[in-house]
């Protein structure tokens, strides 16, 4: 017999399509963002896997991961461009 529920990666692909498909409903100007959404919620989403029972969590969590890193970035781009 096969599996009778969902895992949380199949869960996060399905999530993922599905945000792929909004984006595309999105304005011409916001589909890029939509986009860049969904990638970033498969990005981490294999390590998210094993703390997150919910694959909309999963993807949240990765997306958010992401976002933050290239917060970090930005800033540490801007202290760089003040101390020269």
Avoid at 16 to 22: E, I, K, Q, T, Y
Avoid at 49 to 72: G, H, M, N, W, Y
């Amino acid at each position: 017999m096969g599996r009778s529920f969902e895992s949380v990666r199949q869960g996060v692909k399905r999530i993922a399509d599905r945000w792929a498909r909004s984006s595309r409903a999105l304005k011409k100007e916001d589909q890029q963002y939509g986009e860049k959404l969904v990638e970033l919620a498969k990005k981490h989403s294999s390590e998210a896997f094993i703390a997150c029972d919910d694959p909309l969590e999963a993807a949240v969590f990765s997306a958010l991961v992401e976002t933050i890193k290239r917060q970090d970035q930005i800033e540490s781009h801007l202290k760089d461009d003040v101390d020269r």
